[in-house]
């Protein structure tokens, strides 16, 4: 149970069947050739997204965008120590915050003006946090967009990683085109189009072949630092 605006939601972590996974690999072999290869699906949500609050997860994807995670981690905690308690401001102790301190956290002008105007939004009612996991995924990302600092690709990734939606898939993710690249062994990374299309093989479980492709090119980046370092390795043992 986490609390939202004073009131209590439950967070569901959803995860497929077994046959429902098996399925999805029947649907495309090469992935899932991969999903034999790879650790099961934990379901979603997962880790610091899966924690706190709807508001509180929006506010953190705002700071987190476009920085490297340390120090998205640091700024982070600048801002919940700016008042009492642990967590994030609520959205009326942020209105009362003003630019200076926030500036002074290290948030950029644009992300001060993102959060006070997320902050805006839940206390006035016009971003609905309380009922927004009871909506259809085309709400809510129209919803969220509203909201000044976060776009279609963002509110994609709520709908993955805070409400645990299983048929989510984001074009425009440069990790998922990467994970696709490799899949199918081409060249060149696909467009946003391409990836669309592609995917579209994997309803309902599209925020699985997701997870999956993230997974790909983690394993991926990992057998070529082994490799380096064996290379690494080697050229010093022949230098002795």
């Not at 696909?190 to 999956?212: D, N």
Request: with cysteine.
């Amino acid at each position: 149970m986490f609390l939202t605006n004073a009131r209590c939601i439950r967070l569901h972590f959803l995860k497929p069947t077994r046959a429902q996974v098996a399925a999805l690999a029947r649907s495309d072999p090469r992935l899932g050739a991969w999903i034999r290869r790879l650790p099961p699906f934990p379901g979603f949500p997962d880790g610091a997204r899966g924690r706190g609050t709807h508001y509180e997860a929006l506010a953190r994807a705002i700071v987190f965008q476009q920085l490297a995670t340390r120090a998205a981690e640091t700024i982070h905690g600048r801002v919940c120590a700016l008042t009492p308690g642990t967590r994030f401001p609520e959205p009326e102790e942020l209105a009362c915050l003003p630019d200076p301190a926030l500036r002074g956290a290290g948030l950029s002008t644009a992300k001060t003006a993102a959060l006070r105007d997320l902050a805006a939004r839940a206390r006035d009612g016009r971003l609905r946090l309380a009922s927004i996991a009871r909506r259809a995924d085309p709400a809510v990302i129209t919803e969220l967009v509203e909201v000044r600092g976060i776009g279609v690709w963002s509110a994609q990734m709520f709908l993955l990683f805070r409400l645990g939606r299983l048929d989510v898939l984001a074009p425009g993710d440069l990790g998922l085109q990467e994970g696709l690249r490799i899949l199918d062994e081409r060249s060149e990374r696909p467009t946003p189009k391409e990836l669309e299309a592609r995917g579209a093989i994997w309803a309902p479980l599209r925020s699985v072949a997701s997870w999956y492709l993230w997974r790909i090119v983690d394993h991926e980046r990992a057998a070529l630092r082994a490799a380096a370092d064996a290379a690494r390795d080697g050229t010093k043992r022949r230098s002795r």
